[in-house]
């Protein structure tokens, strides 16, 4: 069974600063994509960014940015410069066949 | 090009009732997806659809029925609905199951069973 545990329910942050936020995950697969998606208040999915397991850099879009350590099965995103319109519920997850995701981490933006 | 549509939005529903929840995509993907969304639970796999033909079970598919229509609809069923089936449901879909492949989501329904 897949199991993705993200450990801080809630993270602020004030405008302009950085903010990381961490996941893990457990699989017996060495193939494997991890993905972080946002959720703001209107419901809507929208994927962040994607990791393959198989790759050593990580992966970065813009200000979003990922630690990934496959051997400690850990894979947390980074937003620099962090704006009031990333303030949403962001949840990472693990898709070897079928995504699962974590429990979700709640990024309020302080102006 | 309208993505992932989902309809109702909104659907109240009283103990026992049954209902459908409509899912279409016009972006002629292969794979379609049931997820329901609890507060601190993030969102659960219901059923899928690999490609059209062919249905699985998820994580948590007791009380739900599906059906792959065709390529683009893929609905989902509550027979007999339960409090415990008041959650925010969202339909997904993708170009192949798994792997690099993003899902993409529609804007959900929320159900609630009294």
């Known amino acids: 069974a897949q199991t993705v545990t993200q450990s801080q329910p809630e993270m602020s942050v004030q405008e302009a600063e950085t903010v990381t936020l961490s996941c893990t995950y457990d699989t017996s697969e060495s193939d494997y994509y991890l993905f972080w998606y946002k959720q703001p208040p209107s419901r809507q999915m929208i994927l962040v960014i994607r990791q393959e397991a198989y790759k050593q850099q990580n992966a970065t879009e813009n200000r979003f940015s990922v630690n990934f350590q496959k051997a400690a099965k850990s894979f947390s995103l980074k937003i620099s410069d962090s704006q009031l319109g990333d303030a949403a519920m962001y949840f990472c997850?693990?898709?070897?066949?079928?995504?699962?995701f974590g429990a979700g981490t709640t990024v309020t933006v302080r102006a | 090009n309208a993505g992932v549509t989902q309809t109702p939005k909104f659907q109240v529903l009283k103990t026992g009732q049954s209902m459908t929840l409509q899912c279409a995509q016009d972006?002629?993907?292969?794979?379609m997806y049931w997820y329901r969304q609890d507060p601190g639970m993030g969102l659960r796999l219901i059923y899928y659809?690999?490609?059209?033909?062919?249905?699985d079970k998820g994580e948590v598919p007791n009380g739900y029925n599906v059906s792959r229509l065709n390529k683009r609809e893929f609905s989902l069923r509550l027979e007999s609905a339960a409090p415990s089936q008041t959650s925010v449901y969202f339909c997904?879909?993708?170009?192949?199951?798994?792997?690099?492949?993003?899902?993409?989501f529609g804007p959900g329904t929320r159900l609630t069973v009294t």
């Open positions: 972006m002629n993907h292969n794979s």
């Open positions: 997850a693990h898709n070897d066949y079928k995504l699962s």
């Open positions: 997904a879909s993708s170009e192949a199951p798994g792997g690099r492949y993003e899902q993409y």
């Open positions: 659809s690999a490609s059209e033909g062919t249905t």
